[in-house]
């Protein structure tokens, strides 16, 4: 990391104005020439043909060995017209024939389009009607699942030995660095997702900063958690596999089980994995978490890393130079800045640092003009990592990748993140939320993300989010949703504001809450927080009290994961502050204490 961080040149400039500085990088590197992915991975198989590539449960296949059949699946992928930019549907459960697949894609010359298994139906049904793949790969138990496309389905476990009969050397395809690697879907504003664009280019310059910041060796175990239709899964994949180290394949869905991570971890002997905050907090309290000393690098991200959860880190395993918060949006070819979490750092932030490697990063107001230190702003991204854009969405990947107006290239190109950040007075970036989280109230514009940043500095709280409500038509008010570490009062939250914001930035509402509801990719839910003053109520009217020894059991077991008492025989355990990452450690202790 350090041969790195000499690279990054900083440059405090001077504006017109008086007191004015706008913080500038260089983070111009070079690599080696630019490559596609798939033949930095065929390059890594001349060097290590017989070491191990893969592992997955009771399977291993070597490096040798998984580029035989990703050869023999590109050509047969070339027979059924598979070129460069042509997109080729994945849905496969995490295994050998995901990676198989992948590569297998790749090599062809085409570029891979994620499906969850676990998505919805009609989700899954417009992702195949927007992307348009002319080839559907997936396994024989998932066809009755996957709605009708005009895809031509192929089976990577019942075709394998129709497959098999291609031949094993390496295909030949005019792919380049502009080609894309892969479409992802992500969420949209509309209600519908989009896919964005990734070209090789991007990612080739994502592997080799990590390879030089963080240099793989054939000692190490990458811990692959993220599923694949996430781009974090992008390098969690294919930086070992480029690189020479091995990749060990959690079991479908494993990555929310922390029993199961702490234990593979520890057994395998895992050096690299990547967490979102939410996940790292639950696996920091999993016993025998202070057996995974072989940790060498966590990559953090996802949602902000708060000060506390750093501390916590650093208590229960204690190690140096191997925790870094990295930040990037899905159009920036996974990250585009990091920044190295210290032991006993006195900052009330973690920020999220400074850019990657030819990466440009910008803090601009409404007029695109560069902020000083300390001002916040929309971060806007350049550099290699750009997506091309959204698919089959020309308008909106006009409004959102625009002319760089700081560059003498007519070419270069900005992406607006939507994300609001500023400078600080060392250099490093601070997340602040989102744009479009601003909300008016009463005439009054208020960023939340300030808010929520002035509220995570209380030390009494672990988490918060803040958010405006309109319950009662025409009550629009600020709702402040906490995780507390300890007993606060709502009257001493909204004094400790009052010395940081003006009056109307003060929440109206506190919500105290025992874990934040999370998504199924860890993030937090907005939609599943309860409405103030009423979730809470409602059960205490229409409480239960448990009435023979097992219901008395089982409720005892939900007020000790949930803390919160009392609880009754009709309480939701998701509408008590429960979500998946607690529902599977409820199912433990209901194995543990009941079966």
Known sequence: MDTYKKTIQEEIVKTTKPQMQVVRYDSQTEYPQEACI????????????????????????TYRELNALANSLGHYLQALSVKPDVLVGLCVERSIEMVVGMLGILKAGGAYVPLDPAYPPERLQYMLCDSQVPVLLTHSSLVSRLPESGAQVICLDT???????????????????????????????????????IPHRGIDNQLHWRQRTFPLTIEDQVLQTIFFSFDPSVWQIFWP??????????????????????????????????????????????????????????????????????????????????????????????????????HGSDSTVVPIGRPIANTQIYILDEDLQPLPVGESGELHIGGAGLARGYLHRPELTREKFIPNPMSRDSSARLYKTGDLGRYTSDGNIEFLGR?????????????????????????????????????????????????????????????????????????????????????????INRFALPVPNSVRQEAENTFVAPRYELERRMTQIWE????????????????????????????????????
């Open 241 to 342: 596999l480029c690189f020479g180290a091995q990749l060990i394949l959690a079991k479908p869905r494993g990555q929310q089980d922390t029993a199961y991570l702490v234990k593979t971890i520890s057994e395998a002997q895992i050096t690299v994995i990547a967490l979102v905050p939410s996940m790292l907090r639950m696996l920091l309290e999993e016993k025998g978490i202070e057996n995974c000393q072989c940790l060498k690098h966590i990559t953090c991200g996802g949602e902000a890393l708060p000060v506390e959860l750093v501390k916590r880190f650093f208590e229960r395993l204690n190690l140096e130079n191997v925790l870094f918060n990295c930040y990037g949006p899905t159009e920036a070819s996974i990250d585009a800045t990091f920044s190295a979490c210290e």
């Open 435 to 523: 744009v479009d989280h601003q909300v008016k109230i009463r005439g009054f514009r208020i960023e939340l993300g300030e808010i929520e940043a002035r509220l995570a500095q209380h030390p009494a709280l672990q988490q918060n989010l803040v958010m405006a409500r309109e319950d009662v038509p025409g009550d629009k008010r600020l709702v402040a949703y906490v995780v507390a570490l300890e007993q606060v009062s709502p009257m001493a939250l909204r004094s400790f504001l009052c010395n940081k914001l003006p009056e109307y930035m003060v929440p109206a509402t506190f919500v105290f809450l025992d874990a934040m509801p999370l998504s199924p990719n860890g993030k």
């Open 560 to 595: 000790e994961v949930l803390d919160i008492q009392p609880i009754g025989v009709r309480d939701n355990f998701f509408d008590l502050g429960g979500h998946s990452l607690l529902a599977i450690r409820l199912f433990t202790e209901v194995e543990k204490k009941l079966v």
């Open 159 to 197: 075709d394998a030995r129709v497959i098999s009969h291609e031949s094993q050397e390496n295909p030949v395809s005019d792919v380049n660095a502009d080609n894309l690697i892969y479409v992802i879907y992500t969420s949209g504003s509309t209600g519908q997702p989009k896919g964005v664009m």
């Open 38 to 61: 798939h033949l930095l991975f065929e390059a890594q198989v001349k060097r290590t043909p017989d070491a191990v590539a893969v592992v997955f449960e009771d399977q291993q296949i």
